[in-house]
């Protein structure tokens, strides 16, 4: 009964979910390269009893799903278990992670930062599909807002009685306050812009106190980064000086930078009005950087979708 009850939900997608953009996804990577990278986060043994593993690449998947519809760990649960089209993305397992599971394989990877290792994987498959670096890099940052609270005294924090962020700061923007964190991206400057590198910071840190840019290949940089030098050739723009005007080749110049800089903001467009990354509930950098590693990493894979299709 459950193997006819399988092969219905099979051809189901397969008549209505034709168009389905996670089909494309699903077969764009290698997602089995994740396993031996990743697999020793577990540490029990099954054998002497309880509940076996939930596979380490169906997690990241899940992972995936979530950080492209900007689901809670509860929601994911819930939508893996209703969507025809998570199931095919997932190649419908037999078991599938709780919320718990969810938290406990999220909280794994940032305290060992083996987010890290996974997007070293994926730039070395994109690497390998022709996705490199060929003229210049871009780099930028975006926040990523947190929410205060209300903290009336250090022990309350420290039980976890408060929605308040951990790490977040304070900034200002524009006459603008903002309170929770940056992330900061380095993109190639091609028509649509892969992300090759990623770091998150809180938010009082300025930008130009990041440096993602890579030896002997231009960096193109907005204003705030201008008299920190990178590690790549500088292509910042100039910032007038007080008392002094630009002269007429640092404003052609600062034109041509513009120009090509502004590809940098088509990622953080899809992060934050597609999968709708701009808020975070988590309270610590590291478990932001996790988040924004699998937004950086969705939005690869939607970009690789664009260039194929």
Request: hydrophobic share 35%.
């Amino acid at each position: 009964m459950a193997d006819l009850l399988d092969e219905a939900i099979r051809e189901k997608y397969r008549k209505y979910f034709s168009s389905d953009p996670l089909k494309f996804m699903k077969d764009a990577i290698d997602w089995s390269a994740f396993h031996p990278l990743i697999d020793d986060l577990y540490h029990n043994d099954t054998d002497r009893g309880g509940a076996p593993n939930i596979p380490v690449i169906t997690m990241v998947k899940v992972l995936f799903l979530q950080s492209i519809y900007n689901l809670s760990d509860e929601q994911i649960e819930r939508e893996i278990h209703d969507r025809i089209s998570f199931m095919n993305f997932l190649d419908y397992p037999d078991r599938l992670p709780d919320s718990t599971t969810v938290w406990i394989f999220r909280e794994r990877l940032s305290k060992t930062g083996r987010d890290r290792v996974i997007w070293n994987e994926l730039q070395g498959q994109l690497d390998s599909k022709g996705i490199r670096i060929k003229r210049g890099t871009i780099q930028d940052a975006t926040f990523i807002t947190s929410d205060p609270g209300h903290e009336k005294h250090k022990e309350t924090r420290e039980l976890g009685k408060t929605r308040r962020s951990k790490d977040g700061t304070f900034t200002k923007k524009n006459n603008k306050t903002f309170f929770g964190y940056k992330g900061h991206i380095l993109t190639d400057d091609n028509s649509v812009p892969f992300i090759k590198s990623y770091a998150v910071t809180t938010a009082s840190v300025h930008d130009s106190k990041i440096d993602l840019s890579k030896k002997g290949i231009p960096v193109y940089r907005d204003k705030g980064y201008f008299g920190v030098k990178p590690k790549g050739y500088d292509a910042t723009m100039t910032k007038a000086l007080r008392g002094f005007k630009l002269s007429i080749w640092s404003v052609l110049r600062n034109r041509r930078i513009s120009r090509k800089r502004a590809l940098v903001e088509y990622p953080f467009a899809i992060m934050k009005r597609v999968f709708h990354f701009s808020h975070t509930l988590v309270t610590q950098s590291r478990r932001v950087r996790v988040k924004f590693m699998f937004s950086c990493f969705a939005y690869n894979l939607f970009a690789l979708n664009i260039i194929k299709g």
